[in-house]
């Protein structure tokens, strides 16, 4: 008896106090992307596992319609024009996440944690260039990155970078790639004794793509070869969220780790004939736009005795609260000297609250031609603006989540009330971020007269 106390004992000492964090980004998948948010076709049978161990968010939103503000939203808890990354950014901008930022894994990093990232980063311009922070800047002890696309293809890609050094050309599919770097991280690199944090950001299903033929093959049905290649990517996306899984349950994991999966913005292209063949679940408009299919994205978490499983939640929740959320899981301060987005959705997560108080709106804008848009929800009600703040549109998402019916003129002291709460958020937002929006392309942010020139170190 006192050996097996004393076993116990030495156990419980060496077991991180903190648990474990991973943030699993898809790219372009839509909200009606997956089994267990629809899809009457797409295979997804480890998200639809996953999903029945944890909450399912009904109303998860990305923190933009497009990758890199998106990206920017999760590990600052900040909307993306506050934090300065405004649209996706293109090789040679210098757009780029300053490290003036406080970001999720240098906080975790400072409390004890140790810190991956694997997969798509497109939080700079130049990629692998001390320029401009990379993500060891940000706070990971480990990196394995693009600077955006997995390149040529998601099929042996070769524009790879591991903590700075380029990794040549590699042999397989990008998502098995990625979390196999994950994983390997999880085995054989990381401090065993410490909690950590794993941020995974597949490419899947961002185009170009590429489809492992084991993949297609579980399609035999499908006459329409992009909508095969669309459909076995996802899978490609979902069999890779598998391995990670398994791995945890394998290294007595799981018990231990909050993870979160989302995507960055809804699907590409038109659904029908263009490249990009995802479901944005019925809802209006697709990526690169501030309508519920450009914004609302799936969400899942698991957090074993924490979030009960099997539940489901319609609480919004945004990318922002991810690193709130995150952070309090871990029992870290959130920084108190800037404007947080975000708020801590556990309570949402948890079935404890059915509501979240925000001080600061969910709110997004979009500075991209020709869609540039500004949006804001509050409660129920979104009200969206054309660019120059001269055009507006109000919904009532509780009744009407297609937003089919503009309600501005039978709503209209709810709509001027709203209004003005854009207005001033707005103004505010842009007096704390950087002007790059002013001077640079609103598409990618590229200066083609610096694109590829060496420049000068010009972290913030």
């Given amino acids: 008896m006192r050996l097996l106390a004393f076993l116990f004992i030495l156990s419980a000492s060496v077991l991180p106090a903190q648990p474990n964090l991973i943030l699993f980004l898809a790219d372009d998948l839509g909200y009606g992307d997956l089994g267990c948010f629809g899809h009457p076709i797409i295979k997804s049978p480890n ?12 109303q998860c939103y990305s923190g933009s319609a497009v990758c890199s503000p998106s990206r920017s939203a999760l590990l600052t808890g900040r909307t993306p024009h506050r934090n300065g990354v405004y649209t996706w950014i293109a090789e040679g901008s210098e757009v780029h996440l300053r490290t003036s930022e406080i970001t999720l894994p ?35 002890d480990w990196w394995l990155a693009t600077q955006n696309n997995a390149g040529p293809s998601h099929e042996n890609p070769n524009n790879f970078a591991r903590n700075g050094q380029p990794v040549g050309q590699m042999q397989g599919y990008s998502a098995p790639l990625v979390v196999s770097e994950a994983i390997t991280w999880l085995k054989e690199k990381r401090d065993a004794a410490k909690p950590f944090f794993l941020a995974v950001w597949t490419h899947e299903p961002h185009y170009p793509i ?10 035999p049905d499908l006459t329409d070869d992009v909508q095969r290649e669309h459909h076995a990517n996802v899978t490609q996306m979902d069999h890779a969220f598998g391995m990670l899984m398994k791995t945890l349950d394998e290294q007595k994991l799981a018990e231990s780790t909050f993870v979160f999966f989302t995507s960055d913005n809804g699907p590409e292209g ?22 519920e299919g450009g914004i609302r994205v799936p969400g899942l978490a ?22 709130p959320t995150m952070l309090g899981i871990a029992g870290v301060d959130v920084p108190k000297d800037r404007t947080l987005d975000g708020v801590n959705a556990l309570a949402a ?58 309600l501005k003129d039978k709503e209209s002291q709810r709509f001027h009330e709203l209004k003005g709460r854009l207005l001033e958020t707005n103004t505010k937002i842009e007096a704390e971020g950087p002007d790059w929006w002013k001077r640079l392309s609103p598409n990618g942010g590229a200066d083609p007269k610096k694109a590829g020139k060496k420049k000068k170190k010009t972290v913030e």
């Avoid at 944690?113 to 320029?131: D, E, I, V």
């Avoid at 590429?210 to 399609?219: N, Q």
């Avoid at 659904?271 to 697709?286: A, T, V």
């Fill in 270 to 291: 038109d659904g029908i004939k263009s490249p990009g063949r995802g479901s944005s679940g019925g809802l209006r408009g697709r990526k690169r736009d501030l309508h």
């Fill in 106 to 140: 240098s906080l975790l990093k400072k409390a004890g944690y140790s810190t991956c990232h694997s997969g798509k980063w497109h939080l700079n311009g130049l990629f692998n260039n001390p320029a401009q922070p990379q993500p060891g800047d940000h706070g990971y």
């Fill in 302 to 323: 698991r957090w074993p005795g924490k979030i009960p499983s099997g539940s489901t939640s319609d609480v919004p929740v945004i990318g922002s609260d991810v690193f």
């Fill in 210 to 219: 590429k489809s492992d033929p084991k993949f297609k093959a579980l399609y």
């Fill in 349 to 406: 997560l948890d079935g404890s609250a059915k509501k979240l108080e925000r001080p600061q709106p969910l709110f997004w804008r979009l500075h991209m031609a020709p869609n540039a848009k500004i949006a804001m929800r509050v409660d129920d009600w979104k009200i969206l603006a054309n660019a120059e703040l001269t055009e507006f549109e109000l919904y009532n998402l509780q009744n009407d989540p297609k937003e089919t019916t503009d």
């Fill in 47 to 58: 998200l639809d596992a996953f999903a029945k161990q944890g909450v399912r968010l009904t």
